[in-house]
Structure formats: C-alpha cells, structure tokens
C-alpha cells in the first residue's frame, strides 16, 4: 500500500473550503492506503496563540476528523507535539536547508512582509513541514495549490540529504485535487475561503447552525446579471456556487449549467445552503457524541504510540548518516 501523510493546523474555525477541498477527500483514502493525519500544533506556534484555545481546538480538529469518517482502525490520526521525532528530525532538516530556499517560501513573505520581529520558526517551520512528511517514507502527500511549493522543498531537501548522506528518504509526490480543492469566500469569490478572513462572511465552519448557513449563502456575492454558468473570471460568486454544489451532489458543473436555465441566482444559493447542511449535520451529529464521550482523547494516545513506532525507525537512520552517535 502506498503510505499518504497529511496534516491540518487547529487553528481558527474548519470551514467549508477546507472541508471540501482536503477532509472529505482524506476518508476514501484511508480505504486505499496507510494513512497518516496529524494535527500539526506546532506549525500554529509559528504566530503567538492563546494556549487554552490552542489546546481546545487541537480537540476540536481531531473530533472534526473522526466525525468526517476518519476510522482509527484504517488510519492513523495523532498530534505533532505528542510524538518528538518531528521536533528532532525538523533541526537535522534545517542543517540541511539553505537559507535562501526559505526566503522564496510565499507564506513566509506573505506573512513577514519584511518585519524582523516575525519569529524565527515562521522562517524555518517549512524543515519541520519536511520532517512530518519524511519521517514517514511518505509515498503521497494530499495538498492544496498553497502548499505546493512547500513540498517541492521537502522533495529538494530529501534529495539533497540523500546525495549527501546517502539513501535515507522516498521522494513524496503531492496529490492535489481537481475537484474542490479551492471553494472561494461567499463575501469575496475572487478569494480562497479563509479561516483568517476579516469577516465571518466569507466562510461556512463545518459546525455552522443551519440558519446560519442558508443567511450567508442568501447574502453570497454573484453579480448584476442573471445567466448561472460557469466562468471563474467573468462570474467568480455564481461558480463558486456552482463548484459547491458540484462537489456535494456530484453532478458535473455542466448538468448543473442546464438544470439552473432560466432559474434565478436565488434558486441556486437555496440549493446550495441546503446541500451544504444535508452534507454536514452527520458530522455534526457525531462530533458532539464524540466529544462527550471522551473517544477523542483515546484515539490521539493510541495514533501517537502508532505514529513514533514508524518514525523512531527513519530518524535513527537520519541521525546515523549525519555521523550522530546512538545513545547506549
């Protein structure tokens, strides 16, 4: 089986973007391949965050999972800090790193922009990206068009260290998908939905109440006309919609094109609020059962006994080619 490795920070609220574009497509996967989802807090120390917000949302995020579909008998789901190997392999990577490479990283710059008060682990945390990724002997690694550049330079640093030290990594290949993988912001659909947006417009959290939903689909921006088709630079808000509702019902854009002639934009955002809440109300059904049972808890202990069994494995081999002695 081809071994898949993923990982989502708990941060902010999960939407509907991250939703569609990336959980949804990690449940068929675990059917298909050894998977590996981590809830990547330490990435979210890169910025100063509350720790008892922190420590809740990690919670959140892992339940979020489990309630999508995510079996812990098919995959593996942990938390990064819970297993140290990624801290140790992310230092060994950042001797490998240059630092030029991680200058062009654009999340870096994007949020820099420049300031020497950004903390050194904004700079660096792609090595840590890197180790999570390696650690694994990653064959595949499901990521949005944002992380692509991210993981070619895990790909370099891997080849790098390989030719260096000899052969320790599998190269990873990214698998991005076609279908879903960028849902736009309701308030502004030129833009990728956003956990960051400044307001809570622009975004569906998956544990939206449905009212909620159907008021933020009915105020989404379209345009001044009235044609429902398909053309991201002309009508970006009605393909948005259209993208949606694609994914939720799995009719191709074009069948929904024909469907909606001569059918006004309301027709299409009642649509499609109302499949986004028959989609998410299981998940949100199993999440709050989940989260008092106390389920959650068990499944993060026993991932991180699963995850480090794995890596301890690939780091003595990274530490043994770099010439570190092993401890006695």
Request: hydrophobic share 35%; glycine share 8%; proline share 5%.
């Amino acid at each position: 089986m081809k071994r898949v490795f993923s990982g989502m920070q708990p941060t902010g609220v999960l939407h509907l973007g991250n939703y569609l574009g990336a959980l949804k497509h990690f449940i068929p996967l675990q059917e298909e391949a050894d998977c590996y989802f981590c809830v990547v807090n330490l990435h979210a120390l890169t910025v100063p965050r509350d720790p008892e917000e922190l420590q809740k949302k990690t919670v959140e995020l892992a339940g979020l999972y489990l309630a999508a579909g995510l079996d812990p008998e098919k995959a593996t789901l942990f938390v990064q800090s819970h297993n140290p190997d990624h801290a140790e392999a992310a230092w060994l990577l950042q001797c490998v790193a240059r630092i030029g490479e991680l200058k062009r990283m654009t999340q870096f710059k994007d949020k820099g922009k420049g300031s020497d008060s950004v903390s050194a682990g904004l700079f660096t945390y792609p090595a840590l990206m890197a180790g999570d990724v390696l650690l694994y002997q990653t064959d595949l690694v499901p990521v949005g068009e944002d992380q692509k550049q991210h993981l070619e330079l895990t790909r370099d640093l891997a080849d790098r260290f390989n030719r260096t030290y000899g052969e320790t990594f599998r190269i990873p290949e990214p698998q991005i998908g076609k279908t879903g993988a960028r849902i736009m912001g309701l308030d502004q659909p030129e833009r990728k939905m956003s956990k960051s947006a400044a307001s809570e417009a622009n975004y569906i959290t998956v544990l939206e109440h449905p009212d909620s939903i159907v008021k933020k689909f009915k105020r989404a921006v379209t345009d001044s006309g009235n044609e429902i088709r398909f053309d991201p630079d002309q009508k970006p808000g009605v393909s948005n919609l259209l993208s949606i509702l694609s994914v939720l019902t799995d009719k191709p854009i074009s069948t929904l094109e024909e469907e909606y002639q001569g059918k006004g934009y309301g027709h299409l955002k009642l649509d499609t609020a109302e499949a986004v809440i028959e989609e998410l109300k299981p998940i949100q059904d199993r999440y709050h059962k989940l989260v008092q049972s106390g389920e959650v808890e068990k499944v993060l202990a026993d991932g991180a006994e699963r995850a480090r069994a794995v890596t301890e494995a690939t780091l003595a081999e990274m530490k043994k080619a770099m010439g570190l002695i092993p401890r006695r």
